[in-house]
């Protein structure tokens, strides 16, 4: 059956629970059961505050800061000591100096001390080193102890709130444009399902400071699978934020597609990324409509699970063709067109299966986990143009999809994470527009879960 032959509106999948023990009798009815609350997560809107209420921002050294700088140039609330009983929106901690383990103290028992005074849907960012084998062995011990902490933390936290970290190269200082926009991310209601995680600012990144409203004006970006999902969440995503979009989706998704690329006032390519010309035909739809393209966000993708036991070939091979030889073919095209210019942005969308397996989905996080490496090896060729590469590992996330897996089943997967909840498709949508912003030019090579820190595989 063609998934997109529907006549009705595409089904919505919603956590009916999550609404339910968030207000009235079902609240009291939770905490009494001590059953999971999972919060009303806050979500972007470009009205919106970045943060709601005063960032404390602790470390004592230059670069701290500096940090603190750039927040009050954003105006921000800023305060370098708590007040007692004041309520915080985030902490920022910044770690770039440090030398031995023993130096982890001081800072996070000032962060200990600020954690009960944080509000709903606060935010807790570190900003440290990248541990590496060049180091002496104290100041990798270090380095890396700032990951055990943020992985924990973001276990404890609750309401919503979430803790994340950024890492810094060597050589990159703590307020290099590439770390403040990572920061301004983790800060923002687009990281709302963001838990637990790293972002690595590799290089210094862009100068000028954009319009955070609409960062993407100017860029010219094509979305896979748009027609429906998460897909549709990007393209609208990338379109609010001031980019053009156009859409690619199967012929037998016309319909929706059309549908989408109107909405966001944006064009409707039909094409199978399977074919052996999809790079030259989405190449020839951006060249010749909008004289070049700037974004590459590679979304399409299926499943077709089965033990591997069971596995037969046209199983294995489409998800194969699909989700990851359809995106090598396509970026060779990319990476050799001048058309494809300086500042070009390749995302993909990865899984959290490609990072922890998952029964049932051998094909799929092979290519999933293909992915990741894709995006690492082409990390390199695309820096030589000052372009980026990266990937955005989703979890459990509330589409079409996942609605189709049995109630049960459904349920436990969605409850497996630090939010005690599923993510939308526009969590995805965040992650993946903020990956193509002009200053997150020096963020390439990650991997980016967006997963409410599933507990499995981290
Ligand atoms: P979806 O099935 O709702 O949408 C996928 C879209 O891709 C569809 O519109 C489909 O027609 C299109 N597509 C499939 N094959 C194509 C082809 N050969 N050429 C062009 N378009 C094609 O899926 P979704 O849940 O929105 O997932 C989007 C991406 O996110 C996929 O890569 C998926 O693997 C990944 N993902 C989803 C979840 C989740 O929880 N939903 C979790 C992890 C990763």
Redesign the pocket.
């Known amino acids: 059956m063609n ?2 032959n529907k006549t009705s509106r595409p089904q919505q999948n919603s956590d009916k629970y999550t609404e339910f023990v968030s207000r009235g009798l079902g609240k009291d009815l939770a905490k009494r059961l001590g059953l999971p609350q999972p919060a009303i997560l806050r979500r972007y809107s470009p009205l919106a505050p970045l943060v709601e209420g005063p960032i404390l921002v602790v470390g004592q050294g230059a670069g701290a800061d500096a940090v603190a700088t750039v927040l009050l140039s954003w105006h921000q609330d800023v305060r370098r000591h708590t007040a007692p009983k004041e309520k915080l929106g985030a902490i920022v901690v910044v770690l770039d100096e440090l030398g031995h383990p023993e130096q982890l103290s001081a800072p996070m028992l000032s962060v200990a001390a600020a954690l009960r005074g944080l509000n709903r849907n606060a935010r807790v960012v570190s900003i440290s080193r990248q541990a590496s084998s060049t180091d002496t062995p104290a100041v990798a011990a270090a380095r890396n102890g700032v990951d055990g902490i943020v992985r924990s933390l973001a276990k404890e936290l609750r309401a919503g709130a979430t803790a994340n970290g950024i890492v810094l190269a060597n050589g990159i200082a703590a307020d290099a444009p590439s770390a403040m926009s990572a920061l301004r991310f983790f800060l923002s209601g687009r990281s709302a399902f963001v838990d637990g995680q790293f972002l690595t600012a590799s290089c210094a990144g862009s100068v000028t400071e954009p319009d955070w409203t609409k960062p993407l004006t100017g860029s010219v970006a094509v979305v ?8 549709a969440a990007i393209a609208r995503t990338l379109a609010r934020d001031g980019a053009t979009v156009f859409v ?3 012929p ?2 016309g319909d ?1 597609l059309a549908a989408v690329a109107n909405e966001i006032h944006g064009t409707a390519l039909q ?4 074919s052996a010309d999809a790079g030259e035909r989405i190449l020839e739809h951006a060249i010749s409509r909008y004289g070049r393209l700037d974004i590459v966000v590679h ?5 077709r699970d089965k033990l591997l036991a069971n596995m037969d070939g046209a199983k294995w091979d489409s998800v194969i063709a ?2 990851i030889a ?1 995106q090598l073919r396509m970026n060779e095209v990319f990476l050799a067109s001048p058309a494809f210019g300086n500042n070009s942005r390749i995302i993909s ?5 490609g990072i922890a397996g998952n029964r049932g989905q051998s094909n ?1 996080a092979a290519s ?1 986990a293909g992915v990741m490496g894709m995006v690492w090896s082409t990390a390199p060729l695309l820096a030589e143009r000052g372009g980026t590469v990266n990937a955005v ?5 509330e ?4 609605a189709k897996i049995p109630f049960a089943t459904r349920e436990v997967a969605r409850r497996l994470n630090s939010l005690q909840q599923g993510g939308k ?1 526009g969590d ?1 949508a965040e992650a993946i527009a903020f990956f193509a912003q002009p200053n997150a030019a020096g963020v390439t090579a990650n991997v980016l879960r967006v997963c409410g820190q599933n507990l499995v595989g981290q």
């Not at 979304?299 to 499943?303: K, M, S």
């Open positions: 998934p997109h896979t699978g748009a027609a429906r999902g998460i897909g690619v989706d199967v037998a998704a929706h094409l199978d990324i399977t979304n399409a993708g299926i499943t699909v989700n359809s969308v990865a899984s959290t299966s799929y999933k590992a989703p979890g459990f996330i589409t079409e999809m996942t498709p995805v």
